[in-house]
C-alpha cells in the first residue's frame, strides 16, 4: 500500500498595510522628525542641540531671580538701584543678611511662621485624613452628597470668603470667643481644605478592598485598619498634602494680616511688608532670602516623595 505525502504547508498571506480592513503588520509612532533622520549624525547633533538650549532657557528664567535675589543682598544700597545694573557685586558684603537678622526681628517672625505652619499642617493631616477615609472606606449615608458640597466650596472665589471667616473667628459661634491675634485663627480655616481631603479620597478609592478585608478578618477595627494598613500605604500622598499644607501657611499674605494686629504675633510674610519701609533695601533683599530658605530646603529635602506622591496610582496586590 502506497503512502500518500501530506501536501505542503501553505505560509499564510502577508497583511498589507494601507488597504482599508487589513491590519497593520506594525504600527509606527508619528512625529515632527522621522526616526531615520535622527538615526543620522546630523539628525542627533541637531536634536542635542535644540534640546541643551531649551533646558538652558528655562534654567536661566527660573534660575537668575534667584541669583539676582541672593547678590543683590551683598551689594551696597547705591549699587542695587545703579543703571545699568551689574551682574557681579563690585564689592561683596553679608551686611544685608546680618542687618535683616537683627533690625526686621527675623528669629520672631520666623519662629511665629514655624508654630502657625506646623500647627495647620498636623490638624490638617488629621482631620482631612479621617474625613476622607470615612468617605472612601465606611460609606456613611449620603456620602456623595456631602463630598460634593465640599468639592463646591472649590467653586467659590477665595476672596468671598475672607469676611465671613473673619467675623467667625472674631466671635466664635456658640462659645462666643475672639481668636485674633492667636494661632487657631490660622489653624482652623486651614483644616478646611476641600482640595487635599479630595486627593486624599481619591487615593484611598484605589487602595484594594480585599486588602481591608483581610484586616478586618484578623480582628482589626476602623481605627487599626486606617494606622496600620491605610496610612503606610499612603506616604506618597500624605507627603504631597504636607507640602501643600506647609506652603500655603508659609506664603499666605492676606489672612495673616487680617488677623494678626500685633507685630510681634505676625509672620514671616507679612512682617516683611510691614518693617519694608524703614530700612534699606539690600536689607529688605537679605530679609526676602532667609525668608525663602526654609520652603527651598523643604524642596530639595522631600523632592523623592513629592515626585512619587504626583505619580502614585493604585498598589499593586
Not at 487599626?224 to 504631597?240: D, E, F, H, K
Not at 530658605?293 to 524642596?299: G, S
Request: charged letters at 15%; hydrophobic letters at 55%; proline letters at 9%.
Amino acid at each position: 500500500m502506497t503512502r500518500t505525502a501530506p501536501p505542503p504547508a501553505q505560509k499564510p498571506p502577508a497583511v498589507r498595510a494601507g488597504k482599508s480592513g487589513d491590519a497593520p503588520a506594525e504600527r509606527s509612532t508619528r512625529t515632527v522628525v522621522s526616526p531615520l533622520a535622527l538615526a543620522g549624525r546630523r539628525g542627533k547633533a541637531a536634536y542635542w542641540s535644540v534640546f541643551a538650549l531649551v533646558v538652558l532657557l528655562f534654567a536661566f528664567a527660573f534660575l537668575f531671580p534667584v541669583y539676582w535675589m541672593v547678590t543683590g543682598a551683598m551689594k551696597p544700597p547705591e549699587e542695587v538701584v545703579r543703571t545699568p545694573p551689574t551682574l557681579v557685586p563690585e564689592q561683596w558684603r553679608t551686611s544685608g543678611y546680618t542687618d535683616a537678622w537683627d533690625l526686621m526681628r527675623l528669629p520672631t517672625h520666623l519662629w511665629n511662621t514655624v508654630v502657625q505652619a506646623t500647627g495647620a499642617w498636623i490638624l490638617q493631616i488629621v482631620f482631612c485624613t479621617a474625613a476622607a477615609y470615612a468617605l472612601s472606606k465606611l460609606r456613611p449615608a449620603f456620602g456623595n452628597i456631602i463630598l460634593g458640597g465640599i468639592l463646591a466650596t472649590l467653586m467659590v472665589p477665595v476672596q468671598a470668603l475672607v469676611v465671613p471667616k473673619y467675623l467667625t473667628i472674631a466671635d466664635m459661634p456658640l462659645i462666643h470667643v475672639n481668636l485674633l491675634n492667636d494661632p487657631l485663627a490660622i489653624w482652623l480655616p486651614a483644616v478646611a481644605n476641600a482640595f487635599n481631603l479630595y486627593l486624599l479620597k481619591r487615593f484611598f478609592d484605589q487602595i484594594p478592598r480585599d486588602v481591608l478585608e483581610a484586616a478586618e478578618i484578623d480582628g482589626a477595627g476602623r481605627l487599626r485598619t486606617l494606622w496600620s494598613i491605610v496610612l503606610p500605604l499612603s506616604r506618597p500622598v500624605l507627603g504631597v498634602v504636607s507640602i501643600f499644607a506647609l506652603v500655603a501657611v508659609w506664603q499666605d499674605f492676606l489672612w495673616p494680616l487680617m488677623v494678626f494686629s500685633d507685630t510681634e504675633k505676625q509672620p514671616i510674610s507679612v512682617a516683611l511688608v510691614q518693617l519694608s519701609q524703614n530700612v534699606p533695601l539690600t536689607v529688605l533683599i537679605g530679609a526676602m532670602v532667609i525668608a525663602s530658605i526654609p520652603m527651598v530646603l523643604m524642596f530639595l529635602v522631600f523632592q523623592r516623595h513629592i515626585i512619587a506622591g504626583i505619580s502614585a496610582g493604585s498598589t499593586k496586590g
